[in-house]
């Protein structure tokens, strides 16, 4: 078998023929000169670029990284492995006495690992964005809420103080005319705090039904059997109140 340290060779000095080969004339070089494809030579050119600084340090001493005595086409599939994870590659994996069969899954099981640890976090990421958004609704609404309840509070106290008025009127023998404006003053705010529970209640059903929508659509491919059953009770629900409207 073809080792790294030859094959590096080969691809140093077809990468210096290269440089001195006209343009669009290389494939017709190779095929005059040398017994490899382009397809191989340009394999042989990128194991020199991965690995000859590496091994011409090693040899010289200048770094201690130890490179495993690799096969051409271990060297092959580890160009698979980004170069800044492929050290440690090496390192967990006995990779010179692996049959290329075995590296290959090795290779495999090591991106399958990486793509579902990158899946898992996309999961995390849109999960968290879910959770962010439902916590801006929620915090929306229990804002609108609690003004649409401020206000409803702020009407009762002001029917309670012109019911107040309208008792201290008629206790004080007060003109008609001022009894028949408190009254209508009465009944004025009475009508604004009815039409604000009406705007808070409607408020409410309103998101609660959207809200709704959006889990039967999301029920609908998981457990078509409730969907069905719980889509009919919705209609029947809003039959009912169409009915009493």
Not at 60 to 68: A, M, T, V
Not at 77 to 95: C, K, T, W, Y
Not at 134 to 140: A, K, M, P, Q, V
Not at 163 to 168: G, L, N, V, Y
């Amino acid at each position: 078998r073809m080792l790294l340290y030859s094959s590096v060779e080969i691809g140093r000095r077809l990468t210096e023929a290269k440089s001195m080969v006209n343009h669009g004339e290389w494939g017709k070089w190779l095929e005059n000169s040398v017994s490899y494809s382009q397809s191989t030579a340009n394999k042989l050119m990128r194991l020199f670029e991965e690995y000859g600084a590496k091994l011409t340090a090693a040899q010289d001493g200048s770094n201690s990284e130890s490179i495993p005595d690799l096969s051409y086409t271990q060297a092959i599939i580890l160009l698979g492995i980004p170069e800044e994870e492929r050290e440690s590659f090496m390192a967990e994996n006995d990779v010179a006495d692996m049959s290329t069969r075995e590296l290959k899954q090795a290779v495999r099981e090591r991106d399958q690992a990486l793509n579902e640890k990158a899946e898992l976090q996309n999961t995390l990421t849109a999960n968290q964005g879910a959770v962010t958004k439902i916590t801006s609704e929620r915090d929306e609404l229990r804002k609108q809420t609690s003004g649409l309840q401020a206000a409803i509070h702020t009407k009762e106290l002001t029917i309670k103080s012109l019911q107040e008025k309208m008792a201290a009127a008629k206790e004080g023998e007060a003109s008609a005319a001022k009894i028949a404006a408190l009254e209508k003053d009465i009944k004025t705010a009475q009508i604004k705090l009815s039409a604000n529970k009406v705007s808070f209640l409607y408020n409410n059903i309103a998101k609660e039904f959207e809200e709704l929508l959006k889990e039967l659509i999301k029920l609908a491919p998981a457990d078509p059997e409730a969907h069905e059953k719980y889509k009919s009770e919705v209609s029947g629900l809003i039959g009912k109140i169409a009915e009493r409207l």
